[in-house]
C-alpha cells in the first residue's frame, strides 16, 4: 500500500544558506544597542570636556535653554498677576475662567478675596536667571497636562495660578485657568 501522506518529515530538503532569522534580529539588536552605547559615551564625555573647560558658559547655555522653555509659561503668569492687582483685572479674570467657580462660587465672592491681596501683590518681573535661581520661581507640568506657576517675592505675598493646559505653539489666546492661589 502506498503512504497517502504529501508530508515527507523534511527528508531530502535542503538547508537555506545563511542566518536563520533570529540570527538577523538578534545581530540587529546588538548593532543597534553598540550605537546607542557609543553615541551615548560619546554625548556624555563631549559634555564633560565642555563643562571642564567652560563652565560658566554651559551654565549659561542650559540657563538660556530653560529660560526659552518656561518663557510662555511665565508670560501667561504675569498677565494673571496683573488682572489680580485691580478689581477690572480680577473682573476679566473670573469672567473668563469658569475654573474659579470651584474655590469662588460667585464674582463677588472672588472680588471680596481679591481685596485682601491686591494692595499686597508686587507686579510678576521679566523672566531672567535670577528669577529662576533666587527669587522663588516655581513651574510644574503635570501628567494631566495642567501646568502651575508659582513666585514667592522676597517682599509682597506669593502667587501660585494652576492654568488648564500647556501652551501649545501657535496658541496666542489667554489660557484657562483653574485655580489662583495667594498666600
Not at 489680580?84 to 474659579?100: D, I
Not at 485682601?116 to 516655581?138: F, I, N, S, V, Y
Request: charged share 25%; glycine share 12%.
Amino acid at each position: 500500500m502506498a503512504d497517502t501522506s504529501w508530508d515527507n518529515g523534511g527528508h531530502g530538503v535542503p538547508l537555506k544558506p545563511g542566518l536563520p532569522l533570529w540570527g538577523k534580529v538578534a545581530l540587529g539588536c546588538g548593532i543597534a544597542f553598540l550605537v546607542a552605547l557609543v553615541t551615548c559615551v560619546g554625548g556624555i564625555a563631549y559634555v564633560a570636556n565642555k563643562a571642564k573647560k567652560d563652565p560658566d558658559g554651559l551654565k549659561h547655555q542650559i540657563m538660556g535653554f530653560a529660560l526659552e522653555k518656561v518663557r510662555p509659561d511665565w508670560e501667561d503668569f504675569r498677565v494673571v498677576v496683573d488682572q489680580l492687582r485691580t478689581p477690572e483685572g480680577c473682573r476679566a479674570l473670573y469672567a473668563a475662567n469658569p475654573g474659579l467657580a470651584k474655590t469662588w462660587p460667585t464674582e463677588s465672592d472672588f472680588l471680596l478675596a481679591a481685596a485682601k491681596w491686591q494692595k499686597d501683590l508686587a507686579p510678576a518681573p521679566d523672566l531672567t536667571p535670577d528669577l529662576m535661581e533666587h527669587q522663588g520661581l516655581r513651574i510644574n507640568h503635570d501628567l494631566g497636562g495642567k501646568v502651575e506657576v508659582g513666585w514667592s517675592p522676597k517682599s509682597g505675598r506669593a502667587v501660585y495660578v494652576t492654568f488648564e493646559g500647556a501652551r501649545k505653539s501657535g496658541d496666542r489666546g489667554p489660557r484657562r485657568v483653574t485655580e489662583v492661589d495667594v498666600r
